[in-house]
């Protein structure tokens, strides 16, 4: 990595829990191709604050985490089409002040289900009623999956989305199970927003894991959480978090620079960013 200096170029990350896997992706790739950048993940204390640094700061992107995919549509000035459809945002261009709002979120989603070829016709449970359970019922509707249960404690959040796709809402999981169950909360994250117990917690019962095909968590960190543990124990297809992070990391390197790095770059990476 370059030595710190006044013309490099700096990208940034806002998220309640930082974690360095996209400090470590985003670092390593500028270092693979000779870029005076670096990139630098925040907590911040205000979000309004925070983006106007961005403004102000001419600080080139800018990588949108929970829980605040929704609350910065305010702040931006244009919502490109991926995340206008889904009012959800995961990454910010920085161009001469104008500040550009995406989501690759959804790529990577519709990337992994078609990595996996899950067929469309598989029963879902879909876990939260966020940003990013936003982009996933997006990916989901639109590769064909119709059969679909959002499941939200948030009622008013979780009929919206549901109803927004076309899909049903519960409450809870209680008895029921799927083809493929989906948790899209932070229930298995470390140092997980919702209480530390829930850093150890399964964000589906026991049952909906025996009984499903296919496992998908979006938590990243860590790579193995409580969920995707259980699943492989029990033998099932799983989909990982760290998967959908690599994937959404390189389409916001993308929009950054401008540049796709190739294939060997990516997983060198990716690489980088789980030996942590």
Not at 64 to 89: G, H, N, R, T
Not at 129 to 137: E, F, L, W
Not at 165 to 178: I, K, N, P, S
Request: hydrophobic share 45%.
């Amino acid at each position: 990595m370059p030595i710190l200096n006044k013309d490099m170029t700096l990208c940034i990350s806002l998220s309640a829990r930082p974690s360095n896997n996209g400090t470590r992706f985003h670092n390593h790739l500028y270092d693979q191709l000779g870029l005076n950048w670096i990139y630098k993940a925040f907590a911040p204390t205000d979000l309004g604050q925070a983006i106007a640094g961005v403004r102000g700061l001419g600080i080139r992107g800018c990588a949108v985490s929970m829980p605040y995919k929704e609350d910065v549509i305010a702040l931006v000035d244009v919502m490109d089409p991926s995340a206008k459809a889904i009012d959800s945002v995961n990454t910010i261009v920085n161009d001469g002040g104008t500040l550009t709002a995406y989501n690759t979120d959804y790529t990577a989603i519709e990337q992994l289900l078609q990595r996996n070829a899950v067929p469309s016709a598989y029963s879902v449970l879909l876990r939260g009623a966020g940003g990013m359970a936003k982009a996933t019922a997006a990916a989901l509707r639109d590769a064909g999956f119709r059969d679909v249960t959002v499941i939200a404690r948030n009622e008013e959040a979780g009929r919206a989305l549901a109803g927004l796709y076309g899909f049903a809402w519960r409450a809870d999981v209680d008895a029921l199970t799927a083809d493929m169950i989906i948790n899209v909360t932070p229930i298995g994250m470390a140092g997980s927003m919702a209480g530390g117990s829930d850093a150890e917690a399964l964000s589906f019962p026991q049952e909906a894991v025996d009984a499903a095909t296919v496992v998908f968590d979006v938590v990243a960190l860590p790579a193995e959480t409580p969920l995707i543990k259980a699943a492989r124990a029990a033998g099932k297809t799983v989909i990982t978090g760290a998967e959908v992070a690599t994937i959404q990391a390189l389409e916001q390197f993308v929009l950054y620079t401008g540049i796709r790095p190739s294939d060997e770059q990516v997983r060198a990476a990716e690489d980088f960013m789980r030996a942590q």
